[in-house]
């Protein structure tokens, strides 16, 4: 799905240069090391995805990244491809995906996208690209920064959270951002995944999905301590 290169969000706050090489290094040696570890890993869930639904293994959607720029995220399957008899996300989730989900283990190939530039591994959640005109300007400035693996809503709640919460964190983190915090989110994001919390929205399979802002306002004041 084509996604227009444009900045969807007034320019937010100035560059941090000296943090911002400090976090790229941190994405490169991070993903090379962990693509490293995980390999056999991900070969065995490889062979278990073609087993159970075939080929592809992968699941490949163009998203919006840092400043709306579009790239395509690369996950493993866990779905069905929709038909007929499976219209639902409830529906197309296989077993063996809903395992992958509960354990993260579907988000093992999105280190080629931190790899590649296209992602870090700690920054708002790469969402859907028809919720770019969705967005508040508030909201939208979640697109300042990269997109990450995981990042704050995901440790304060995941999808268990409603969207202006997790939208408001993802602003959170954007202004908060630094390399202590990315620490302590990742250290967090350890003790998330063992615990498998806020996998699914309540009444839902997955996530529901984001309708739009409804006019509210940006906070007024916010907490700067985001962690």
């Not at 395509?72 to 197309?92: E, I, N, S």
């Not at 992602?119 to 508030?138: A, F, H, T």
Request: glycine fraction near 8%.
């Amino acid at each position: 799905m084509p996604v227009p290169h444009t900045v969807i969000a007034p320019p937010g706050p100035a560059t941090r240069r000296p943090y911002d090489r400090a976090k790229r290094l941190l994405d490169v040696l991070g993903a090379a090391i962990l693509l490293v570890l995980t390999a056999p890993l991900m070969v065995l869930v490889a062979l278990l995805i073609a087993i159970s639904l075939g080929r592809p293994v992968l699941f490949r959607q163009c998203r919006p990244g840092r400043d709306g720029a579009p790239f395509v995220l690369t996950k493993f399957r866990t779905m069905h491809p929709p038909d007929r008899g499976r219209t639902g996300d409830a529906d197309r989730l296989t077993p063996l995906g809903r395992w992958l989900r509960a354990t993260s283990l579907d988000e093992l190939p999105t280190l080629w996208n931190v790899l590649r530039g296209e992602m870090s591994l700690v920054g708002p959640r790469p969402l859907l690209p028809e919720y770019l005109e969705r967005y508040s300007p508030w909201q939208a400035r979640r697109h300042e920064v990269r997109p990450g693996v995981t990042g704050l809503a995901q440790v304060r709640g995941r999808n268990g959270l409603d969207w202006d919460e997790k939208l408001d964190l993802d602003v959170r983190y954007v202004d908060s951002r630094s390399f202590r915090l990315d620490l302590s989110i990742l250290s967090a994001t350890v003790l998330t995944v063992l615990r498998r919390d806020g996998i699914n929205a309540e009444g839902s399979a997955t996530a529901h999905e984001f309708l739009g802002a409804h006019g509210r306002p940006a906070p007024a004041q916010r907490d700067r301590t985001a962690v």
